[in-house]
């Protein structure tokens, strides 16, 4: 593809969504920083139809010409002369929506953030004092929400609305919209200080969030037209917020089942909220714990036992063993989200830890902090070597890594002034900075950090683990390589996890050795569900469908299996569970639905052609498509070359001979769910009249 189509693609799409991350962008168009730049450069500056937002957002603000979408009747396709589409270009765009997208159905996290007492606010303040008051108060919000992508749907006077999970899903939108609401009260503090200290001014805000299903698409009329999401959502987000008390964040039960643990909640009861007949379980989020993964919040106590895994368990304890023989190893643990990766290095991590000589070393890269230095060696040094507080004082954490710096024989000097900017700490006066320009202190940092791994591993085996490669900031990938060009001599077992976007550029050395998780054959996928619901037997007709719909990818088959016992289909028994009538359809589980819509979002300009395939089943073939579809035939090859190399779909022989399958029932699903029924039914009525 050339990189005008590229330009004409990133159109279509913003135009679509309103607004894309600069990281969507690169990862949907393969593009590196200087084609990022280029494209950048062409949208903001060269065609003028948007505009950048807090440095990592693309906000669409162009005209509302159209793109060709699928047609809203029942009409069969109109056909097209042979002669036009042999005239199409090669790099014809795929399928795209129009400036108005047809409405969906889909799972929302809704933030509700209000101001406190703004009434006695407005009577305070001349209406131009109010009015800056509230911008700061909304741009303060504003940057927070932008951090963790959120879309602020309305400002609704003193209150925001804010949607996590549309126009882009992401598998975790329930922790990114409670990251915002603590970020939210934690960011007004500084503005309530200044604006007490010159306005006499006192902020407080109230925030609400809940998860459900909602329909999101145009609203209103004439000139007034929003992309508002509609449904019970966001009322109940509203209604949670009016209970919270000042400065605070109250979640539903349906959110805090999402959260995975990673936060710390506390029970407020169930109160019975206006507009409701039943009452509802409510929490307090405190603050964020320790844990940086659903598998740390859990336990070890809580995990489902690893099924099918002894082949790559062997393998890394091996590893291990050589590490420990004095042979430093590099392991590339590779497979798509939920395959197991985190769960297999887990059993690794709980070997080494009864081992007293050895070093754990557990790192995690993070989606939030793709641009941030080190993010995961700052984490690291914070959480487990310096054992940082959050009510420690600056020097009280500064006196610490004085005492971890000299423990590794490093010149104080020399070295705390650069970790205490790689921490945020300021100096004291025993320290003047190093007169170094940003690249030198990035090399000395990289070299200091270095040092101290190599120290370590002089004195005792070290367990390094990753994870998350494909959210690698490009400075801790720096780190990484220096590391794996120091392995065979260093007693260090570089345990380092990714997923399949993800390209290391390590390659061809002795000491590493790269393993591909691949899916769980159907026998193990069934003697899963049996581990999940803890040895007691499943109706057979249970395990059938669960498997099915699962396709071995074990948190696909945790979480069904879960949900079946949790949904009251089931009767226990002393020896296992009855199926006391039909089993209906499995409807997919709260807690992959993100990361399922996650997937189909990352395509958008071809993700009407998905769900029109989902529409047709699990496997299709190419002329049942062409025949029902409304794109021509150049432009229906290329969409579905794109699911197809990102591996949404198989692909069996050649169009138009060709036969697709879904690769997973769940995103089949999750495609068709999607559609409203008014959509699905007219797809089906085209499908009939072929």
Known sequence: MDFVAVVDQAIALLRQRGRLTYRTLQLQFELDEAHLEALKDELIEGQRLVVD???????????????????????PPVPRPATQEAALPQTAPPPAASSTPEAERRQLTVLFCDLIDSTPLASQLDPEDLREVVRAYQETCAKVIARFDGHIAQYLGDGLLVYFGYPLAHEDDAQRAVRAGLGIVEALGPLHTRLTQERGVHLAVRLGIHTGLVVVGEVGGGMRQEQLALGETPNLAARLQGIAAPNTLVISATTLQLLGGVFACQPLGTPLLKGQAQPLAVYR????SMARSRLEAVGATGLTPLVGREQEVGLLRERWAQVKDGLGQVV???GEAGIGKSRLVQVLKEQVATEPQAWLTPCQCSPYHQNSALYPWIDLLERVALHFDREETSQQKLRKLEGFLVQYGLPLAEAVPLFAALLSLP?????????????????????????????????QPVLLVMEDLHWVDPSTLELLSLLVDQGPTARILA???????????????????QVTLNRLPRRLAAEMTGRVAH??????????????????????????????????LLQERAEGYELPGPLPPLAIPATLHDSLMARLDRLAAVKPMAQLGATLGREFAYALLQAVSPWDEETLRLGLQQLVEAELLYQRGLPPQATYVFKHALIQDAAYQSLLRSTRQRHHQRIAQV
Do not use: C, N
């Not at 469908?545 to 079946?564: I, N, S």
């Open 285 to 288: 989020v405190l603050y964020e």
């Open 535 to 568: 040895g007691k037997v499943l109706p057979a007709e249970v395990v059938e469908q669960v498997v099915a719909k699962t396709d071995g990818v074990p948190l696909f088959v945790e979480e069904l299996t879960k949900m079946v016992l949790e949904s009251g």
């Open 332 to 334: 590339l643990l590779s």
């Open 495 to 513: 345990l380092w996890t990714f997923r399949p976007d993800f390209s290391p550029p390590w390659t061809g050395r002795a000491h590493l050795t």
């Open 427 to 459: 100096l004291t006066a025993d320290y003047a900075p190093l007169p170094l320009s940003p690249e030198q202190q990035k090399q000395q940092t990289l070299h200091a950090l270095l040092t101290i791994m190599l120290r370590i591993a002089a004195q």
């Open 53 to 75: 937002a807090a440095g990592r957002i693309l906000v669409w603000t162009g005209g509302a010409e159209t793109l060709p979408a699928a047609p809203s009747s029942s009409a």
